[in-house]
């Protein structure tokens, strides 16, 4: 059992920079593979980014390549999410998710175990 806790939304206007972080506790592993997504009103949930268990590689949603960076501190059980030149089109519950094993799908929730509860990011025009 993993526990994931977001944190770092918040209110900001277009061109601005975030940074989201997701800590991880309860039975953490260094193995696990981190993913972020965002899902708006009425939408879908969406894949923006997920990085390799040791940080080597990393994958991101063509909306958000150039503009966001997937990073992860195993010491401190802490991945984040740096998002520059945000866009209106942003504005999303950000949700961080943990999977235990590699897989091609790392761009559907499905294939993720486990899930925090989201941080709120706003981009005003």
């Known amino acids: 059992q993993v526990q994931l806790v977001e944190s770092g939304g918040g209110l900001v206007q277009a061109g601005d920079s975030l940074r989201l972080s997701c800590a991880a506790s309860g039975r953490t592993s260094s193995s696990y593979n981190m993913g972020w997504f965002r899902q708006a009103p009425g939408k879908e949930r969406e894949f923006v980014a997920t990085i390799k268990w040791d940080g080597g590689w990393t994958a991101y949603a063509d909306s958000v390549k150039g503009r966001f960076t997937i990073s992860r501190d195993n010491a401190k059980n802490t991945v984040y999410l740096q998002m520059s030149s945000l866009k209106p089109e942003d504005t999303a519950v950000y949700l961080c998710?943990?999977?235990?094993?590699?897989?091609?799908?790392?761009?559907?929730?499905?294939?993720?175990?486990?899930w925090g509860q989201g941080t709120q990011v706003t981009v005003s025009s």
């Open positions: 998710a943990a999977r235990s094993g590699l897989t091609s799908y790392y761009y559907n929730p499905v294939a993720y175990d486990y």
